[in-house]
C-alpha cells in the first residue's frame, strides 16, 4: 500500500521524507467509531476516484478570534489598519514584479536553449540532406531532446515530486481550501521554473505557461510570509500575515499574477483565482490581486521589450503571444455561428478523448510507474518519441512551400523541397509550440495543406496525452491550443473549399483561433476565465462572443462523457475538494446524518495529560476540539463554549502554559500571538514536545486561546445549507449543537466533500488513508 | 416633516402614493424600547447624510428553508434541477436579447431626434449666420431644448420619480440587497427609456449609458418573474422564481447586460455587479450573467449593423463607441507613467470638487425644489441655459479649422469662418457627447487650440454639475469622460508644446483617454469594473496598466476629500448600505451591544389575537419573529426554535391557516408553497386582512412554515465577525442567543449599517423614520 501512496508524485512524498508520521500529517476529525456505517470505516483500498484521502488538511480561513487576537486588534489604531492595507499593496506589487521576473528569466532561457537546439539540429540535418544518412541528424535530435528531459525529470522525480506537471490542479485545491504538503515552498518553485525550462527546450508536447500560475502562488506565499523555510531565513516583516487567512488571499494574488504573465492576461488573471478560489468576494481583495496581475504582465513586457532591444515597447505582455487579430480584416458573421458552435462541440468530444485516454494513462502510472527512475525513464523515452515521429513526419511529407519574404518561420528547413521553399511539416514540427500556434492562426490561407494538418493533429494529439502526467514541470495550455489550431485550420480549410466564394471564408486562421479555444476549453473546461484569457491574448474584443459560445458548448459536451483534466487528476488524488454548491438532490440529508461523532470535547480548564493523551492518539488524529462546560449531568455532552485547534494546543503545550505555573513564573512573559506566528505554518508534531509525568498533572486553562464563538448548527439544518455556511466562510470545523447547546457533532470539509452526484443520483465517497 | 421626505425624488413618492402607510413599508426590526440608549430612538430630523433610514427593508436573499420547501426540493428529481437550471439560462439569454433591444432603440431615437434637432438649427443658424439675426437661432435652439426635456421632465416628475438620474445608486443598493421601493417595475422602465430620449435629445449635459443598468435590471425583475404587476398580466411561467434569492441573482445579470450594452464590455458588466452586488461567488450564477451581458452586446450590435445598413458587421458592440485604438501608432513610454499618474490626482481633486458642488446643490433641491412642478421648470432653465451658453461659446469662439476630407463632423458649422473653414468650438457643443468624446480620443493632432478647450472643460464642468440630479432620466458617465478628454487632450497638447521632441509626444489623443478615465474615476470611484469597461470600450489592451494606475490615483486622491458620487446620493437618502467589512477598528463591539433587544417572539403555536396585534402595532413593525419554546421558567425568553417572516405570518391569516379549522375542513387543501410565490413580492399589510373576533381565539400552528434552523450567534461574537457572517449569507435577520440557546436579541441589517468609519474613528449614525 505505501507504495500506491508513493506513486502519485505530488502529493504523499512529502510525507514519506519523515518530517511527520504519515497519519499525523492528515486525518482531520473524521470519526469512524460509528461501526455500523461501513462509509466511515477507512481502509486501505487501492487508489481510485471513489475514495476520499484523510490526508489532507483543510486551511483556516476562519480566523480564530480569541481574546490574544481581540486584544492585539483593539489595540490598533485606524492608522494601524491602514499601514497593514497599505503592506498589502506593497506585498501584492511585489508578488507581480517576482512573478513577471520569473516568467521572463523563463521565456529568456527557453528561447535560448532551444534556439542552440536547432540550430544545431537544422545545421545537421542540412549537412546530411545532400550527404545522405540522416538517421544520424534523428539520433542527434532525439538525444538533445532526452538529455534536456532527463535533467528535468531527475530534479523533479528525485527532489521535488510536488513540481511535477503544470501545478494547476495543486493551485486549484489550495485555493479550495486544502493544504497541499510542500506546494508553495522555494525548493518547489526553484525546480518547477529548471523543470520548466528542460521539458520546453526537450521538445515535448508541453507549454511553459501552467507552471507559471504554480509559481506566482508559490511566490505570493514566501513574499506575503516574509521569510522561506527552504532557505531557514526569517526576514521579520509582514508577520501580521502569518496566519491561513491572510496566506490564502495572497496565493489568490499570485496565482492571478501568474495568469497574467502567462497570458497577459490580467482581467483573465482576476477571474481565474475568482472562479477557482474565492469563496467570499472582497473588493479591495479583488482589487489587490488586479494590481498584482497588472504588475506582472507590466514587468514582464518591460523586461522582454529590453531583452529584445525595443525598451519601451510594451507589446508583449504574455509569455504567449497570439498575435494581432485585425478587427478589420477579419470578422465573423451571424451564419458563422452554428459552426463555431459544431466545432465547439467537438472541441468537447476531442477533450473527453484526450481526459479519458490520459485518464487509464494515469492510473497505468499510479500502478505501474511509480519508482523515480522508471519516472525519468519514461520521460525520456517520450522525448525521443517526440523527436522520431516529428522526424518521421518531417522526412514522409512532401508539402513545400515558398519561402515568404517576411520570413515568419525561424528556423525554415529546406530539406527536400526545391530552393527557396521549405517544408511546411517541419515548421509545426521543428518550433516551440507556441511559434507554431501563431503561425496556425495568422499564416496566410494556402501556407498548409490539409494532409500535414490531419496528420499532426492526430500525431500530437497522441503525443500530449502521452506527456501530461510525465514526471516533469509542463503545462497542458499550449499543447491543447495547438491541437485545436491544427484541426481548426483544417476545418477552415475544408469549408472554403467546400463554398464556392472564397471571399467570406477565406481565413482559415480564424478557425483555428476558434477550435483552439474549442479544443483547451475540452479539457480543462474552465468557462468565465478562460474566455477573457482567449480574449486578452488575441487583444480583440471581437471574437468574444464565439469563443465563450464555443466553450460552454464544449464544456457540455465534454461534460457529458467524463470531467476536466484537472478535476480528473484531482479526483485521482482523492482530495477533498468543495465545489460550489452542494449536490442539488441532498436536501434530504441533514446536519445529523453528515456530522461525525461522538466529538472529543476539553473541558475549559483540562488537564495536561488528557490532552497529550488526545493528541498522540494515532487512531483518531483530530485537529479542532470544541471547548465545553458540563452540566450537573456529567453523562450528558457539554454545552459548547469554544473551540481550539491542535496547533494552538501544540504551542501551548510547547510554552508549558499551565494553570500551576502562571503563580509561579510572574517573571516569564505572557503567551502571545507572535508565539503562534513564529510557529506558523509548520507546528511541531506531538511526539516532539516532552511533557514530564508530574507536567501530566498539571492543568491548563484554553479560556484566552479557545475562538469563543465557533459558528454553530442545528441538528436539523439541511446539508445544502450546511455547505453554504461552510464554503462561504471558508470553514474548517463546524459544530453541531442540539438545542440546548450541547456539542453533539462535528462538520469538516471531508464530511461535505463525500456527498457527490454521480450518474446514479447522490453517491458517497469512501474515505481511506490512502 | 413630511415634504422632506417627498422631496428626494427616487425614494419615497411611491410611499405616498397609499398603497402602504408608510409607516408600514419599513422599519424592519428595529427596536426602540432601550430608552438609555440615544441612538436607537428614531427622530424626526432634517434629511442629512448622518442618519439611517427605517424605511428601507432588506430583500431575503437567506432561503426559508421550511417544512414546505424541503418536502418540495426533496420531490423533486435530478432532471427537475437540470430543467430549473436550463429555465435559468433561457431567462438570462431573454433578459441580455431585451436589455439589447432597448439599448438598441434608445440609440436609434436619440440619433434620429437630435440629427432632426442639430439639422434644424444649423440650417437656421446658416440662414441668420448672413442675414444677422442670429438671436432666433438661438432662440429656436434654446426652446427645442427646453421642449425635449420638458417632455423628459414631466413624465419623470409626475409619473414615476424613481426613474430620475442614472439608477445606478438604485441599483446599486438593490444589489446591496436593501428593496427600494418600485424600483424594479415595468413603468419605472418605459418611463427611464424615454426620459433618456428626451433628455440626451434635448442637449443637457447627460449620457443614455447609465441609465442602460437601470433598464436591463427592471428586464430582469421582469422577465424572471414571469408576470407584470403594472400591465396586471401573471404568465404563470417562472413561479419557482418568484423569492427574492432567485430575483436579486437575475438582476444582477440585468445590471451586467445593461453595462454591456451601454459600453460594448460584457466582461465589465459582471465585474460591475460582482463589485457592486455579489456578497457570495457562485461560478454557474457569474457564468449565466456573463451570458446575458454577452447577449445583450450581441443583440445590440447586431441590430445596428442592420439599422446602419451593414447587416453582420459586428463593429458596434455598444451605446458608446470610443473608436479604434490602433496598437501600432498609438503605445506609451515608462516615462510617460508619472505624467498619467499626475493626471489621474489631477482627476481625482477635480471629481472631488464636482461631487462637492453637486452633494451641495442636492442638499438645496431637497430643501426647496420639492415640487414636481418646480423640478421640471429647473430642468428646462438647465436645458436653455445649456443651450445659451452653447451658443456664446461658439459666437464668440474664433478658432477655425479647415474642413478634412474624411468628413469627421456630422454637423461642421462655418458659422464666421472661411468657407472649407469649421468652429471647432462647434463640434464639441453642437454634437452628441458621445460623438464630441471620440472627436477628442481621436481628430488629429491640431485639431482643437488649447483655448477653446480650456473653455470648454470649465463651462461643461459646471454645466454637468448643476444638470446631475435633475428631474430627469441621464446618466454621469458620458459627461465626465467629455471633461476628462477635453482636459485630458488640453494637457496632451501643452505637453508636446513644452518638450520639443514632437514625436513622442506627438497624439494628444492619448492624453485624452487617461483624462477622460480620471475625471471619471475621480467622480464615480469606481475601480476593477471601470478599468476593464474603459479595456473593452477602447477595445484595446495597452492602455489596461496606466487606466488602472489612473484609475487607482483618482479614487485615492478623490477619497481623501469626499466620497463617490453614488454614495454620496445613496448617503442622502440614509439607505442603509452594507460594505465590504465592518470597519477595520470595531473589534470592540460585540453582538450583544449591536443587537436589538428585547425581541418579540411567538411560540411555536400560537393565537391568532397575539399574532394580528403584534403585526398591528406600527410602533415597533417588525418584520422577522423568532419562533420559541419556553422552558419551565416563563419569564425567562424562550429558546430558539425557529423565524417566521411578517410575509409569511401574513399569507397564513390570509388563508385562515387555524390548528381549529385544520380539523373541520378536510376537504380544503393544504397550503403550499405555491400561494406564498403568488403574494410575493407585495404582501397585503395587515389592516387589509380581516380577523373577526372568533378567529383572533384561534390558535396557528407555525411549526410547518417558520424556518427551523435559522442562524445564529452567541453573544459574545465581535462585530466584524457578525458582520462577515451576515454578509456573506446575504441575511436579514441574525437571532442572537445566549449559551442556552435562549433568544436576547436580532442583529438587521440597520444594526450593522450604523456603524461607519468618520474622520474621528468609529462613528454611530441615528436612526430616523425619514
Known sequence: MANIAKKVSWSSRGDDRGERTPLLNGAEDVKYTRQDIVRSRPKEIPHN????????????????????????????????????????????????????????????????????KYFVVKQNIEKFTELGGLSISLILWAVLNSAFVMVGGIIVAFFEPIAAGSGIPQIKCYLN????????????????????????????????????????????????????????RDFKIFEYFRRDTEKRDFVSAGAAAGVSAAFGAPVGGVLFSLEE??????????????????????????????????????????????????????????????????????????????????YWLTIFRIRYIHRPCLQVMEAMLVAAVTA???????????????????????????????????????????????????????????????????????????LAVWTYGLTVSAGVFIPSLLIGAAWGRLFGI???????????WADPGKYALIGAAAQLGGIVRMTLSLTVIMVEATGNVTYGFPIMLVLITAKIVGDYFVEGLYDIHIKLQSVPFLHWEAPATSHWLTAREVM??????????????????????????????PVVVHTIEEDEPGKICGLILRSQIIVLLKHKVFVERASSRLSQRKLALKDFRDAYPRFPPIQSIHVSQDERECMMDLTEFMNPTPYTVPQETSLPRVFKLFRALGLRHLVV??????????????????????????????LAQT
Open 277 to 358: 478560489g474565492a469563496s467570499f468576494w472582497n473588493q479591495m481583495l479583488t482589487w489587490r490581486i488586479f494590481f498584482a496581475s497588472m504588475i506582472s504582465t507590466f514587468t514582464l513586457n518591460f523586461f522582454l521589450s529590453i531583452y529584445h532591444g525595443k525598451p519601451g515597447d510594451l507589446s508583449s505582455p504574455g509569455l504567449i503571444n497570439f498575435g494581432r487579430f485585425d478587427s478589420d480584416t477579419m470578422g465573423y458573421n451571424l451564419y458563422e455561428i452554428p459552426l463555431f458552435i459544431i466545432m465547439g462541440a467537438l472541441g468537447g468530444l476531442l477533450g473527453a478523448l484526450f481526459n479519458l485516454l490520459n
Open 596 to 625: 461525525s461523532s461522538p466529538v472529543t470535547c476539553f473541558n475549559r480548564v483540562e488537564k495536561v495529560g488528557t490532552i497529550v493523551d488526545v493528541l498522540s492518539n494515532i487512531s483518531t488524529n483530530h485537529n479542532g476540539f
Open 49 to 116: 476516484e471513489k475514495l476520499l484521502s484523510l490526508k489532507y488538511e483543510s486551511l483556516d480561513y476562519d480566523n480564530s478570534e480569541n481574546q490574544l487576537f481581540l486584544e492585539e486588534e483593539r489595540r490598533m489604531s485606524q492608522m494601524s489598519f491602514s499601514c497593514l492595507e497599505i503592506t498589502r499593496w506593497v506585498i501584492c506589487g511585489l508578488i507581480g514584479f517576482l512573478t513577471g521576473l520569473i516568467a521572463c528569466f523563463i521565456d529568456i532561457a527557453v528561447e535560448n536553449l532551444a534556439g542552440v
Open 494 to 504: 475544408l469549408l472554403s473549399s467546400i463554398t464556392s466564394s472564397q471571399s467570406i
Open 388 to 462: 522520431t515521429v516529428s522526424f518521421a513526419m518531417i522526412y514522409f511529407s512532401n508539402d513545400c512551400q515558398p519561402l515568404g519574404e517576411d520570413h515568419t518561420e525561424e528556423y525554415p528547413l529546406q530539406l527536400f523541397c526545391a530552393d527557396g521553399e521549405y517544408n511546411t511539416m517541419a515548421t509545426a514540427f521543428f518550433n516551440t509550440p507556441e511559434r507554431s500556434v501563431r503561425s496556425l492562426f495568422h499564416n496566410p490561407p494556402g501556407s498548409y495543406n490539409p494532409q500535414t494538418l490531419g496528420l499532426f493533429t492526430l500525431v500530437y494529439f497522441f
Open 177 to 232: 481550501g486544502v493544504k497541499i504538503p510542500r506546494v508553495v515552498r522555494l525548493k518547489t518553485l526553484v525546480i518547477k521554473v529548471c523543470g520548466v525550462i528542460c521539458s520546453v527546450a526537450g521538445g515535448l508536447a508541453v507549454g511553459k505557461e501552467g507552471p507559471m500560475i504554480h509559481s506566482g502562488a508559490v511566490v505570493a506565499a514566501g513574499v506575503s510570509q516574509g521569510r522561506s523555510t527552504s532557505l531557514k
Open 737 to 766: 449543537v442540539d438545542n440546548e447547546n450541547r456539542v453533539v457533532g462535528l462538520v469538516t470539509r471531508k464530511d461535505l466533500a463525500r456527498y457527490h452526484l454521480g450518474k446514479h443520483g447522490l453517491e458517497e465517497l469512501q
